[in-house]
């Protein structure tokens, strides 16, 4: 029985490799059509209606997203539940803003805006001081003035 020598076994080297910005086109359209279970025609085709906008190579190549695929995704679901193009666009336009709307009201990743009511209406006619009344016609015409777009049901007398 021989004796071989035994060394130590190396430690394994830390390759970790940064996954990449979920913004980054990674992905080939084959690779990504593959991943979310669609052709790639129908890629080509949502790119063409404006649904999705995957960053291109100085060649042209497409390079989808993490984020693209996600988008991918949700056009399944909502081709599923029997939209077409023309309102998965509405709906993705209007999730968006959404998100957006939700981003400004909280402020930062984390933080709240602000938790007092009254704090946030300040400057837009918020609530009035304790003993002070409210005036009605102001907070009609502070309401039209921002774009409320219901009609006034106590429109001023123009005899």
């Given at each position: 029985m021989s004796d071989e020598?035994?060394?130590p076994e190396p430690a394994p080297a830390d390759l970790t490799v940064p996954a990449p910005d979920r913004d980054s086109g990674v992905y080939g359209i084959s690779v990504a059509a593959e991943l979310v279970?669609?052709?790639a025609q129908n890629l080509r085709l949502y790119e063409s209606r404006g649904l999705l906008e995957p960053e291109r190579t100085h060649g042209g190549t497409r390079r989808y997203s993490a984020n693209d695929l996600?988008?991918?995704r949700r056009i399944g679901d909502l081709l599923s539940?029997?939209?077409n193009l023309a309102g998965i666009g509405m709906v993705m336009d209007l999730e968006r803003e959404n998100a957006r709307l939700r981003d400004d009201r909280t402020g930062?990743?984390?933080t709240e805006a602000t938790s007092?009511?009254?704090a946030r209406a300040e400057g837009a006619g918020g609530a009035p001081?304790?003993?002070e009344q409210e005036d009605p016609a102001e907070r009609r015409d502070q309401a039209h003035a921002v774009g409320d777009?219901?009609?006034d049901p106590h429109p001023p007398d123009r005899t």
């Amino acid at each position: 029985m021989s004796d071989e020598s035994k060394l130590p076994e190396p430690a394994p080297a830390d390759l970790t490799v940064p996954a990449p910005d979920r913004d980054s086109g990674v992905y080939g359209i084959s690779v990504a059509a593959e991943l979310v279970g669609m052709g790639a025609q129908n890629l080509r085709l949502y790119e063409s209606r404006g649904l999705l906008e995957p960053e291109r190579t100085h060649g042209g190549t497409r390079r989808y997203s993490a984020n693209d695929l996600e988008r991918l995704r949700r056009i399944g679901d909502l081709l599923s539940a029997g939209l077409n193009l023309a309102g998965i666009g509405m709906v993705m336009d209007l999730e968006r803003e959404n998100a957006r709307l939700r981003d400004d009201r909280t402020g930062p990743v984390g933080t709240e805006a602000t938790s007092d009511p009254t704090a946030r209406a300040e400057g837009a006619g918020g609530a009035p001081s304790p003993g002070e009344q409210e005036d009605p016609a102001e907070r009609r015409d502070q309401a039209h003035a921002v774009g409320d777009s219901t009609p006034d049901p106590h429109p001023p007398d123009r005899t």
